[in-house]
């Protein structure tokens, strides 16, 4: 299992260098660099839009140093990653989009159409009942673990662990 190398986030505006405080509202931004995401976090007094080469960004707020998190998933910016990696064929880039569509699945913000195989790929056919759009996802046929350590992976990419 390939892993996605992201660096932690270490509370620094990306931007600055300043330290970012507890309950500060901040822009994150998921940088597509060399075939790796890499997040970078901004000061909102920092922000100037996203920066050149940002695959996705979404704003938020650093959470308190006590303050335990619940894990809140943001539907839109999984559809927006859902958008963003139509089309990849790198297997790292097709088993990340796969879990952001069973992640949409399980929230209901997409439905099941049908699934077709080509050849040795199974496809699935999504539907948002929302926009009515479509979309097709490869199932790159994860093992239980692989898939567990595709999520952890998503999540942590997108700050959410």
Known sequence: MTEYQIQAN???CAATGRELRPGETVYTVLLDQAG???RQDYALDAWKGPPEGAFSFWKGKVPQETETRRLRIDDDLLLDCLHRLE???EPDRVQFRYIVALLLLRRKRLKFEDARVEGD???????CPRTRRQYE???????DEE???VQEEVFRVLGWQ
């Open 10 to 12: 270490t509370r620094r």
């Open 36 to 38: 790796k995401f890499i």
């Open 87 to 89: 089309g990849q064929t």
């Open 121 to 127: 790929m199974e496809i699935l056919r999504l539907r």
């Open 137 to 143: 996802v490869v199932n790159p046929r994860l093992s």
């Open 147 to 149: 898939m567990a350590a």
